[in-house]
C-alpha cells in the first residue's frame, strides 16, 4: 500500500504514530529508510491535515496525513474540511481498532467512515480480503481528479498482513485522463462576440486559474483588460504588472474595485462568486471553469464556458475579435495604483504609540519577503490587511484557509508549503489567536529543520471578532487574550526569535529572520486599531 502510494507521487506523510496504526507506520518507516518517503510527526493531528491541505492547493497534487482511530482522527476533520472546501486533493489513513471489536464499543472504537462520510469523496476499510493496491490507487485517483479527500481506514490486524507473491505497487499511469478539455466551438464564438462589443473587459481570476496563468495573462494582454483576483487567488497576478489590480471584495485594494465598476464585461476563470468575493453579479460576465456545477452556481452568467482555462484562454487569445471602441486600460491602473499608494504611505505614518500598525508590517514585507516566497496566511484581521497592503511579486503563492475561513491554518499550512517544495522560502502570517492553536508545532519545525519564517502579529485579543461585535452593536465581550512572549517562547523551543513593539525597528528585525536559514519568529506587537 505504502509502495502505491509512492508510484502516484506521494513523497510526504504528516501525522502521529500510535498504537493502532502501527503496522503501516512501520512500512513508512522502511520507505523512509530506503530514501523514498518522509515523515513528518507533528504534535497535533489538525496541524497534519492543514498541512496537507496546503500540499494539495500549491501543488495539485495529493500528500497524506496519518493517525490513530478514534481521537487521532477525528482531529483530521477540521484540516480535511479545508481541504474539501477548498478543493485541495489530500489522503488520508486511519488506524483503527482490531476487526473482531469493531462496533462492539471497544476503546477508541467509533465508525470512522461515517465520522468522514461528509468530509471525504470516498471513505474506504480496507479488508483482509481486498485488493489493497487497487484500494490506494482508487483513492488516489478520487482524490486528484476529484480535487477533495480520500479516506482509508485500516484495521490493527490488516497492517500487518503480506502483500504476497507477485503483487507490485503501480501507479496512475492508463488510470487518469488529461482534463485539459476545450469548451465547443460556438460557445468560444460566443464568447469572441462578448468580447469583440466589451469597451473595458476586466478578467477575474481565482484560485481556480492558478496554474493556467501565462495563458490568463495573455489574454488580458492582448485586451488590454486589467486582471483583478478573488483574496483566495491574491498573487496570481503581480501587483507591479501593468495590468495587475490587485484583490477585489472585503480583503482588497480600492483599485480592484474601481476597475470592476467601470467595466462593461466580466470574464472570470476559476472563480466561485461567493459573497465573500466581491465580484459584481450585476454585470455581464463570461465564466469560465472546470465544473459544470461551479458555472452559475450562486447566479445566472451571461455566458457559462465549461473548458479548461489555460486552454480556453488560448483559443480567445488565438482569434482576436476586432475591438473598434476597446480601451487600454493601463493608464488606468497606473493611476489608481498611485492613488492607493499614496494613501498606504499616508496610514503609515499612523502611530498611536500602542504597538505597529498593520499598514507598517505589510508595507514591510512587501519589501522584505523573497520575491518567491510561498505565504501561509492565517484567518483574522491580519488576513483583511494583508490582503489590502502586502503588494505581491507575481512569484510568490499566498495559500489561506478560503472557504472554511479556520483560524489556526497558518502556521501548520507552513509545514505542507515547504515539503511541496523545500527549494522556496515560506512564510506564515498569523495572527495570535491563530497561531495560540498549534503554538506546540514550533518544536515540530525545529525537529526536522523546517525554516518557516513566522510574521506574527500580536494585538493580545480576538480582534476581528471585537471589531464584528462592535459593528452589530453588541458588547465587546470574552475576546481578549493573556499572550505570553511568544518570541521567548519560540527561543525556548529552539528556533531563532526577534521582538518589536514600534515602527523603529520593524526592518532591521524582519530582514534578520528571512535571512535566519532554520526556523526563526518575528512577533510583532500590534496596535488593534490601526488595521
Known amino acids: 500500500m505504502v509502495e502505491t502510494m509512492i508510484e502516484w507521487g506521494v513523497t510526504h506523510?504528516?501525522?502521529?504514530?500510535?498504537?493502532?496504526?502501527l503496522g503501516f507506520a512501520d512500512a513508512l518507516r522502511r520507505q523512509e529508510e530506503a530514501?523514498?518517503?518522509?515523515?513528518?510527526?507533528?504534535?497535533?493531528?489538525?496541524?497534519?491535515?492543514?498541512?496537507?491541505?496546503a500540499y494539495g492547493k500549491l501543488t495539485g497534487r495529493p500528500a497524506a496525513c496519518f493517525a490513530i482511530a478514534g481521537p487521532g482522527?477525528?482531529?483530521?476533520?477540521?484540516?480535511?474540511?479545508?481541504?474539501?472546501?477548498?478543493?485541495?486533493?489530500?489522503?488520508?489513513?486511519?488506524g483503527q481498532v482490531p476487526s473482531k471489536?469493531?462496533?462492539?464499543?471497544?476503546?477508541?472504537?467509533?465508525?470512522?467512515?461515517a465520522a468522514f462520510a461528509d468530509v471525504a469523496l470516498t471513505t474506504t476499510t480496507v479488508q483482509a480480503g481486498s485488493d489493497h493496491r487497487e484500494l490506494v490507487s482508487l483513492a488516489l485517483k478520487q482524490a486528484t481528479v476529484g480535487r477533495g479527500v480520500a479516506h482509508l481506514v485500516l484495521p490493527d490486524e490488516v497492517q500487518v498482513l503480506p502483500a504476497g507473491d507477485g503483487v507490485t505497487a503501480s501507479g496512475p499511469t492508463g488510470r487518469v485522463g488529461d482534463n485539459e478539455i476545450a469548451p465547443p466551438a460556438g460557445v468560444v464564438d460566443q464568447a469572441l462576440d462578448l468580447l469583440g462589443g466589451a469597451r473595458r473587459p476586466v478578467v477575474v481570476v481565482g484560485h481556480g486559474a492558478r496554474f493556467d496563468m501565462a495563458a490568463v495573462l495573455e489574454l488580458a494582454e492582448a485586451h488590454g483588460a486589467p486582471v483583478v483576483t478573488t483574496f483566495k487567488a491574491k498573487g496570481l497576478v503581480s501587483d507591479r504588472h501593468p495590468l495587475g489590480g490587485g484583490v477585489l471584495g472585503r480583503s482588497g485594494t480600492p483599485v480592484a474595485s474601481w476597475l470592476m465598476n467601470?467595466?462593461?464585461?466580466?470574464?472570470?476563470?476559476?472563480?466561485?462568486?461567493?459573497?465573500?468575493?466581491?465580484?459584481a453579479p450585476y454585470k455581464p460576465t463570461i465564466q469560465i471553469d472546470t465544473d459544470p456545477l461551479a458555472l452559475g452556481r450562486f447566479h445566472a452568467v451571461t455566458l457559462p464556458v465549461l473548458g479548461h482555462a489555460g486552454v480556453t484562454c488560448r483559443l480567445l487569445s488565438s482569434r482576436l475579435p476586432e475591438r473598434p471602441g476597446g480601451v487600454d486600460q493601463r493608464p488606468d491602473v497606473a493611476a489608481r495604483w498611485r492613488i492607493w499608494r499614496e494613501e498606504k504611505q499616508r496610514r503609515l505614518a499612523d502611530d498611536r504609540g500602542r504597538g505597529v500598525s498593520s499598514a507598517a508590517v505589510f508595507d514591510a514585507l512587501s519589501r522584505l519577503a523573497p520575491a518567491d516566497a510561498v505565504l501561509t496566511v492565517?484567518?483574522?484581521?491580519?488576513?483583511?490587511?494583508?490582503?489590502?497592503?502586502?503588494?505581491?511579486?507575481?512569484?510568490?503563492?499566498?495559500?489561506?484557509?478560503?472557504?472554511?475561513?479556520?483560524?489556526?491554518?497558518?502556521?501548520?499550512?507552513?509545514?505542507?508549503?515547504?515539503?511541496?517544495?523545500?527549494?522556496?522560502?515560506?512564510?506564515?502570517?498569523?495572527g495570535d489567536g491563530g497561531f495560540g492553536q498549534y503554538l506546540a508545532e514550533v518544536t515540530t519545525a525545529?525537529?526536522?529543520?523546517?525554516?518557516?519564517?513566522?510574521?506574527?502579529?500580536?494585538?493580545?485579543?480576538?480582534?476581528?471578532?471585537?471589531?464584528?461585535?462592535?459593528?452589530?452593536?453588541?458588547e465587546v465581550w470574552q475576546t481578549s487574550l493573556t499572550n505570553p512572549d511568544f518570541a521567548e517562547y519560540a527561543r525556548l523551543c529552539g528556533a531563532y526569535a526577534e521582538k518589536v513593539t514600534g515602527r523603529a525597528g520593524l526592518d532591521a528585525a524582519m530582514s534578520a529572520v528571512v535571512a535566519h536559514p532554520g526556523p526563526a519568529m518575528l512577533h510583532v506587537v500590534t496596535d488593534a486599531e490601526l488595521v
Not at 506523510?13 to 496504526?21: D, K, L, P, R
Open 378 to 430: 492565517d484567518v483574522g484581521n491580519h488576513a483583511y490587511s494583508f490582503g489590502r497592503y502586502f503588494e505581491c511579486s507575481g512569484r510568490q503563492a499566498v495559500l489561506m484557509s478560503g472557504y472554511l475561513g479556520s483560524i489556526g491554518f497558518g502556521y501548520p499550512a507552513a509545514f505542507g508549503a515547504w515539503a511541496a517544495d523545500p527549494s522556496r522560502p515560506v512564510v506564515a502570517v498569523t
Open 262 to 279: 467601470e467595466s462593461d464585461l466580466l470574464v472570470a476563470v476559476g472563480a466561485s462568486f461567493s459573497n465573500h468575493t466581491g465580484i
Open 101 to 113: 471489536v469493531l462496533g462492539r464499543g471497544a476503546f477508541q472504537d467509533l465508525a470512522l467512515n
Open 73 to 94: 482522527s477525528t482531529n483530521l476533520l477540521t484540516g480535511l474540511y479545508d481541504a474539501k472546501v477548498d478543493r485541495a486533493p489530500a489522503l488520508a489513513v486511519s
Open 446 to 474: 525545529v525537529k526536522y529543520g523546517i525554516p518557516v519564517k513566522h510574521i506574527l502579529l500580536d494585538n493580545s485579543s480576538l480582534g476581528k471578532i471585537t471589531k464584528e461585535q462592535r459593528a452589530g452593536q453588541f
Open 35 to 53: 530514501g523514498r518517503l518522509t515523515f513528518i510527526g507533528i504534535r497535533h493531528e489538525g496541524a497534519a491535515a492543514f498541512a496537507v491541505s
Open 13 to 21: 506523510v504528516f501525522g502521529m504514530v500510535g498504537h493502532s496504526n
